[in-house]
């Protein structure tokens, strides 16, 4: 197995740190430096908006990622296909659109995938979340009845009905969509999957994330590779220590990934034993606060590149050498 990872740039917008953001060709120049083998966009303003990107200027990024050797491995929008708050303004529409757009650049930028959510929410659950059994209403918490979660199921059939769509719209270009095991709607890995069978196209897969597990431990960890099988083609790194209590507004802390909770080793040897050949892109996309309520910097987001892509190649190194 080559183990590859990429830098991602959802972690240079400056939507979590203090500082200026960094540019696309300043980030390929960062992963080259550093080692990563290469970049995934996050195609949002200020730094990967679609359309403030000409193909000329795709062309240009395209040329310089040849020539510095590194892959632009995945484009990553933050999608949302559920249904909109009101019917003349179909949100659903907007994001196929969006979609297209994003598989567009991939296409120009020479990326593979596309990584998708079948819904979002920030961090992470929608309002009512922990009032009542199950997923509570979508759009308002029920409390005279026992919900029979008819309105997750509308969402869930919508999103569906969209993501197929774009998967047709892949198709055209040569692009594979990869959803995420990420909340609101699959809210878990097995709805994840579930979601992807059901749509049963073949250029849609699994980007599966580890900190998003409902367990850590070892045999679920294999299990859940072991079920997402071929199906597994993306993936991202990031550690999060859950903080509990109501401390903090996410619940957690972003760490570097040598001090979360996740269990990285188990995770990567599941990975090489299905003969994974895909990135595991290096993200930080959340809020960095330093000791005593420090903000961060970026010179702290670039200090946790380095830092983690030296854990990344000493913990896959012993696992070849069976070390661990």
Same mark, same amino acid.
């Given at each position: 197995m080559t183990w590859k990872i990429s830098l991602d740039?959802?972690?240079?917008?400056?939507?979590?740190?203090?500082?200026? @953001?960094?540019?696309?060709?300043? /980030?390929?120049?960062?992963?080259?430096k550093w080692g990563f083998d290469g970049i995934?966009?996050?195609?949002?303003?200020?730094?990967?908006? @679609?359309?403030?990107? /000409?193909?000329?200027?795709?062309?240009?990024?395209r040329e310089m990622a040849g020539e510095l050797g590194i892959e632009i491995a995945c484009v990553g929008p933050a999608t949302d296909y559920r249904r909109s708050t009101h019917v003349l303004?179909?949100?659903t529409e907007k994001e196929i659109i969006w979609t297209k757009e994003c598989i567009e650049l991939a296409a120009d930028l020479g990326a593979p995938l596309v990584r998708i959510f079948a819904g979002f929410v920030g961090y992470f659950y929608h309002r009512g979340w922990n009032l009542g059994y199950g997923n509570t209403a979508m759009w308002e918490a029920q409390t005279i009845e026992v919900s029979q979660e008819k309105d997750f199921m509308i969402e869930w059939e919508n999103a569906k009905a969209a993501i197929k769509e774009c998967t047709k719209i892949a198709a055209d270009y040569g692009v594979t969509l990869a959803l995420q095991n990420h909340p609101p709607l699959t809210n878990n890995t097995e709805e994840t999957l579930e979601m992807i069978e059901e749509i049963d196209e073949p250029n849609l897969q699994c980007c599966l994330d580890l900190p998003l597990f409902e367990s850590q431990s070892t045999d679920f960890v294999w299990k859940v590779v072991q079920r997402t099988g071929s199906r597994f083609v993306h993936s991202h790194l990031i550690g999060l220590r859950y903080l509990g209590g109501m401390n903090n507004s996410y619940g957690f802390k972003e760490v570097v990934m040598a001090e979360g909770q996740e269990n990285w080793?188990?995770?990567?040897?599941?990975a090489k034993t299905i003969g994974y050949n895909g990135y595991f892109a290096h993200e930080q996309c959340s809020p960095i606060v330093l000791d005593h309520h420090k903000p961060a910097g970026l010179d702290e987001v670039n200090r946790r590149f380095i830092e983690g892509i030296k854990w990344f190649r000493e913990l896959t190194g012993k696992i070849d050498r069976g070390e661990v």
């Open positions: 740039t959802v972690s240079y917008p400056a939507y979590f740190y203090d500082g200026p @953001p960094v540019s696309l060709e300043d /980030s390929l120049i960062n992963a080259k995934d966009i996050f195609p949002h303003r200020p730094v990967g908006f @679609p359309l403030d990107l /000409s193909k000329e200027r795709r062309k240009r990024l303004i179909n949100r080793t188990e995770f990567f040897k599941a």
